[in-house]
């Protein structure tokens, strides 16, 4: 990815070169129109045959012939215990696919006492007869056919837009389970089909749910059970044109379809990026980011989604919404991108952004520092904070989760790197007396120009060597952030094995980072010991955005449901005390996840009966008849 | 402020305390599943132990125990009178005790380092902190409503989530016999408290020579504050300001801490081990009183009382007394070997036991004995009844609740249950100065009362009435008896008030004055309870009268100064003598 050259070379060489690449980018780009950038309107709709072949994209019309149905991700590519009973990562797509991790049973069976003689198969395909049939409405379905807007009723299409990756959502599954659904998929395929389709909900009473990538962690897209109206399901996957980049301004029009891979694919053929990298960036999509208010790993230089958006475009069912011009502030009253920023799906479904855009940076370095405990760790981000100077990313795991990487590194081939590895470990146990049950570890991104990134490089490990914190090398850093898109397919492996977890996040001040840390884990401990957990849970966290004013804490939590009749239940009830204890400890209710229906009941005393009441009169007159029924928020 | 925990200094105390433990006492008992229990909570959590306030040797108690039991020695948070102490303050110093003033006033600074420092021990947690609800030494063994200031600042910590969670350990201490015994008599009589000196402590060495039977330490349950605070208080409130800065506490925190700390002083109470000389007390007490007033001769045979005691023990095992009471031996000589211990107090007479009241105690017994004064005998004989009414308080406790209700039955005029309940509650309100009663729990005491009495078959509770059973009148009549003392303690005080309060009175001046008033009342006979001398039942009632509103304090040009409410005074007075029905009494609360 890094462009190592050009070092040295003049300003003018570099324009030249950027030019070149940008050239470059806009030759090569495919045949199909659809897929590359275009400037043109909306086309009449396209055959369905020829928009689900369409090449270059992520996103297919029938999700589940690429993806997994009860689980995440690619449906080639997971985690197994091969017949050797090692474990293993299948498929071609990450540098770990088809890889062997040794560490990783082990792992398994030390923390959660889990076996691998005992596994908990999941159903292996849909069962269409337990889907409801669909409730359609006739008269919405007539003229939806006359627009030509694809549509679908089909068990699988809707069972796959009913869930996003909850933990008692995937479990529900994989149980076969299958609760109330969408009655019918729309796949509009530009910003006038979805105005055509939101007058039609509007004229019939039907009840709308934006669909975008499919990511959501916060029980956004269950349907409502108490929802009598026919569902139907917005899916926006195909609505995923870059419609043009302005590179004097530097920004580019998209449509809110488009999946994060496919928008730094398609930018960087142009020689630039958002750098907007949520961890979901493979599969979420950018009218998502915008509705749940997302947070890249990179913010620290780009920005968070807020920050990113120029302008965009919803379509509610009071018309659509958008500012007139794309001056970069402006001072007009209350910004109503905050009414669109974080809507969660309630207001409308936003259909096109015009977004900040960067030329690709020029180099990137991937660092990693140990540290004796995670209080030095924590105490050198905050400095870190405090002098401006993080780096892309920074991200500090606690010990369980360093040993959860640890068990995470694949088979190393040569007898030399391993030896390099023993002596790298004797080194910060032995010689620097580094306690391997406390030591902990902050994994570095930095991206830039290369001078720039080195100087930047040395400052942090400068800072880090007051907190006793030790460089310990780029490829820990790096082996870090490539699990980034791996572990949410290790759940899927845990719940072979009758291991459930999940993650949540907060956002908290740097001065109570660490007392919410601790008590949040040992909340989370002493809750499943309270409710009959058999063996004692994983509960880690890692501090993964530092602010100004304070840092975005990510905790994991998992455990062993062996011996439990209920576990969903259970789960839910320790994830609720540690929102509790999360909250109580003064964090917040969410940093990027959002609120859906998961953590609704705390929206009240989150934002004040007041603040209730402004959502509360925003949703009345912008969709009166709840058309945009999915009862998130609020 | 602050302790330095030096380790030889540890060790000599636990040297010499050995030696003088040993010459003392002829044992020391210590629950070890509670030891186990501590050691276990410690490992989890900051731990805050809570003794039992009834000696000076508390606290060395406790650290020799916790030393003996190789656990961490306890930072303990002691009066600053005790610094004053040469030498032997600062190897109290060194031995885990900081020194903190008894009250703050309005120095702000002195308390934001104070907590700051206390709240500091706690967070690294390297070692339990101690301190005393009761915040000073009961004089009469009762337990003395808590003290919440440093209960505040420990549960501070929680409340903002600095730690995960906060354990309480009640920790009761009793003694078979008190080593401050007279002492503590004479300064209730108004003798006061010796200034602590080292001199002192060298002088008390004669005591050394004495039986002071055994001790009981039983560490209760700990009690953590998180699930304490489940559902009462919402930590977010804290979200908004830094925690560093001080802030008063809200009102829902204050009340939570003030019924948490009830909570604590009662488990206090409940774990602690009641001696046969307890109950043993409690009968001569009563024995003494009545046979003045009916003019018997003094006195119960040995085996009067041995089979008294033995019905009293069952009485008190029936409602729930923790009581050490050796089931190998018979009762017989349980009785005798009680009575050997607690000689000073009693005496034989004629083959019947008595106690020891005529030759004016035996408290000074090197003293030259000077001509007597009607009042000096009558102080002398007072020292002997409050002596022994501090035993006859351990045992209140379990017997408060019933002893409520047994005089609220007196003192109601029918026997419909509302109106026995108004009569309850009002002696309930009226004593919730003297006696450890949780506030807000009314319905549930009373409840509790009469399952009790209901469970031994004295009492037959229907849903409109209150019934006294055959069976039920001796008991009824040992707990009316065992209230009486304060309620006509109580009366006597609001006559006072009433009859010889001037526009003058000060605060200062309530004492010295009241105790004029029940001497002279004594010596003419109108009162029986020499116990009314003591100035914790005084002090008490007033406090009583204060929160009632029927005295006030004055503030500003007359400082100090009580303003009288005699209307309302009176009534009281009439109410506490069964001549007025509560409802009334309630009117005038209004």
Redesign the interface.
């Known amino acids: 990815m890094a462009f190592n050259s050009s070092g040295g070379g003049s300003y003018r060489q570099q324009i030249a070169q950027q030019r070149l690449r940008i050239i470059t980018g806009h030759l090569q780009r495919p045949e199909d129109d659809d897929s590359a950038i275009s400037a043109v309107e909306c086309k009449a709709p396209s055959s369905e045959s020829d928009a689900s072949s369409s090449e270059g994209k992520t996103v297919p019309r029938r999700r589940h012939e690429i993806m997994k149905w009860n689980g995440w991700g690619y449906s080639d590519t997971r985690f197994l215990f091969n017949k050797k009973g090692q474990a293993e990562f299948t498929g071609k797509r990450y540098r770990l696919s088809g890889l062997i991790i040794p560490g990783l049973k082990d792992w398994m069976e030390g923390t959660f006492g889990a076996s691998v003689q005992h596994k908990s198969q999941a159903t292996p395909i849909l069962n269409s007869s337990s889907v409801q049939p669909p409730n359609l409405n006739e008269a919405f379905v007539e003229e939806l056919k006359s627009t030509g807007v694809p549509y679908s009723h089909d068990a699988e299409d809707r069972v796959f837009r009913a869930h996003g990756h909850c933990l008692h959502e995937i479990f529900a599954l994989r149980e076969g389970k299958i609760g109330r659904v969408p009655d019918m998929v729309v796949w509009p395929n530009c910003h006038d089909d979805v105005v055509k389709i939101v007058e039609l909900a509007c004229k019939h009473n039907v009840c709308l749910i934006p669909y975008g990538g499919g990511t959501s962690v916060s029980s956004a897209l269950e349907c409502p059970p108490e929802e009598t109206r026919s569902i139907v399901s917005l899916d926006t996957s195909q609505m995923n044109r870059i419609l043009w980049i302005d590179e004097k301004n530097l920004t580019a029009h998209v449509e809110a379809g488009i999946v994060g891979q496919d928008l730094e694919r398609l930018l960087n053929e142009s020689g630039y990026c958002t750098g907007h990298e949520p961890d979901s960036m493979e599969f979420s999509s950018l009218g998502g980011w915008v509705a749940t208010r997302a947070s890249g790993m990179k913010k620290n230089i780009y920005g968070n989604i807020e920050d990113l958006v120029v302008h965009m475009k919803m379509v509610t069912p009071r018309g659509v919404i958008e500012k007139s011009c794309q001056g970069p502030r402006m001072s007009t009253g209350p910004d109503i991108h905050h009414f669109i920023l974080g809507s969660e799906g309630t207001l409308g479904v936003v259909t096109e952004v015009t977004m900040k855009i960067r030329p690709m940076p020029e180099y990137q370095k991937y660092g990693s520092v140990v540290f004796p405990n995670f209080e030095q760790g924590v105490a050198c981000l905050r400095e870190i904070a405090k002098q401006r100077c993080a780096p892309a990313s920074v991200r500090l795991m606690d010990n369980e989760q360093f040993k959860f990487g640890h068990a995470l590194k694949p088979q190393v081939s040569s007898i030399f790197t391993s030896f390099v590895d023993g002596l790298k470990k004797f080194y910060i146990t032995k010689f620097k007396g580094f306690d391997p049950n406390r030591l902990c570890v902050a994994t570095l991104l930095f991206e830039g120009n290369r001078d720039r990134v080195l100087q930047h490089e040395k400052q942090v490990y400068d800072i880090a060597a007051k907190f006793g914190g030790l460089a310990a090398g780029e490829d820990n850093g790096q082996r870090g952030y490539m699990l980034t898109f791996v572990i949410a397919y290790l759940r899927d492996l845990g719940m072979d094995y009758y291991v459930i977890g999940e993650s949540f996040e907060t956002s908290v001040p740097w001065?109570?980072v660490l007392?919410?840390c601790?008590?949040v884990k040992?909340?989370i401990v002493h809750e499943c010991k309270e409710r009959g957990v058999q063996f004692p849970p994983l509960s880690t966290c890692r501090v993964t955005q530092t602010y100004d004013a304070g840092a975005c804490v990510y905790f994991y939590f998992a455990f062993n449901y062996r011996g439990l009749s209920d576990p969903v239940h259970v789960y839910e009830q320790v994830e609720h005390a540690a929102r509790e204890e999360i909250?109580?400890?003064?964090g917040s209710l969410s940093h990027h996840h959002g609120v859906g229906k998961l953590r609704k009941a705390w929206m009240r005393?989150t934002i004040s009966n007041v603040g209730m009441g402004m959502l509360q009169s925003v949703k009345d007159y912008v969709d009166p008849a709840n058309i945009f029924g999915n009862r998130n928020l609020l | 402020m602050a302790h330095r925990l030096q380790l030889s200094t540890i060790r000599f105390f636990a040297y010499t305390l050995t030696k003088v433990f040993k010459n003392l006492f002829r044992s020391i008992c210590v629950n070890e599943e509670g030891i186990q229990r501590l050691q276990q909570a410690i490992q989890e959590h900051p731990v805050v132990l809570l003794p039992s306030h009834r000696s000076y040797m508390d606290f060395l108690l406790m650290s020799y125990i916790l030393y003996t039991y190789d656990l961490a020695l306890p930072v303990i948070a002691a009066g600053m009178d005790f610094m004053g102490m040469k030498v032997v303050g600062e190897m109290l110093r060194m031995s885990g005790a900081f020194f903190i003033r008894r009250s703050f006033g309005g120095d702000k600074l002195y308390w934001a380092v104070f907590s700051e420092y206390v709240k500091t021990i706690l967070k690294n947690g390297f070692a339990p902190l101690e301190f005393f609800l009761e915040g000073t030494r009961s004089r009469t063994a009762k337990s003395l409503t808590p003290k919440l200031g440093l209960l505040n600042i420990v549960m501070d910590p929680f409340f903002k989530g600095e730690v995960f969670d906060v354990n309480l350990v009640p920790v009761s201490i009793s003694y078979e016999r008190i080593l401050e015994e007279s002492l503590y008599a004479r300064e209730l009589l108004g003798v006061p408290k010796p200034k602590e000196s080292t001199s002192g402590l060298f002088k008390a060495r004669k005591v050394l020579s004495e039986d002071y039977g055994s001790i009981h330490i039983y560490f209760g349950q700990p009690v953590s504050v998180r699930s304490l605070s489940q559902g009462k208080i919402d930590r977010c409130q804290f979200n908004l300001i830094p925690r560093h800065i001080p802030k008063k506490p809200t009102e829902e925190i204050q009340g939570f801490v003030n019924d948490s700390a009830y909570r604590l002083v009662r488990a206090q109470e409940e774990n602690m081990v009641l001696k046969p000389w307890v109950l043993l007390a409690s009968l001569l007490l009563q024995n003494h009183h009545q046979s003045q007033a009916s003019g018997q001769r003094p006195g119960l045979t040995r085996d009067e009382l041995t089979q008294q005691a033995a019905w009293l023990r069952d009485l008190s095992r029936q409602y729930g007394a923790f009581l050490h009471w050796p089931d190998h031996a018979s009762p017989s000589e349980v009785v005798s070997s009680s009575l050997s211990l607690h000689r000073g107090l009693v005496k034989m007479s004629e083959g019947r036991i008595q106690l020891a009241v005529e030759q004016g105690g035996q408290v000074n017994p090197g003293e030259p004995r000077t001509a007597v004064t009607p009042e000096e005998e009558l102080l002398n004989r007072a020292v002997v009844i409050l002596s022994c009414a501090s035993y006859r308080n351990q045992a209140l406790h379990v017997f408060l609740r019933p002893a409520l209700l047994a005089s609220a039955l007196h003192a109601a005029s029918s026997n419909h249950k509302q109106e026995v309940f108004n009569s309850f509650s009002f002696l309930r309100n009226m004593f919730s100065n003297e006696f450890i009663l949780c506030p807000g729990a009314t319905v549930q005491d009373f409840e509790e009362a009469c399952f009790l009495l209901m469970k031994t078959g004295e009492l037959q509770v229907t849903e409109h009435e209150v019934l006294v059973t055959e069976r039920g009148q001796r008991t009824l009549g040992f707990l009316t008896n065992m209230l009486d003392p304060f309620l006509q303690g109580y009366q006597v005080v609001c006559r006072f008030l009433c009859e010889e309060a001037s526009e003058a009175l000060t605060e200062k001046q309530f004492i010295p004055d009241v105790r004029k008033f029940i001497i002279k009342h004594l010596l003419a006979g109108r009162l029986r309870y020499s116990e009314v001398l003591s100035s914790d039942l005084q002090k008490n009632a007033l406090a009583a009268l204060l929160r009632l509103g029927a005295v006030q304090k004055m503030k500003g040009a007359q400082q100090g100064t009580l303003k009288v409410n005699k209307v309302m005074v009176n009534s009281l007075e009439d109410t506490l003598g069964g001549k007025l029905p509560t409802q009334k009494a309630a009117v005038a609360r209004l």
Not at chain 1, 583 to 586: D, H, I, R, V
């Open positions: 001065d109570r007392d919410m601790r008590n040992a909340r909250l109580a400890s003064g005393e």
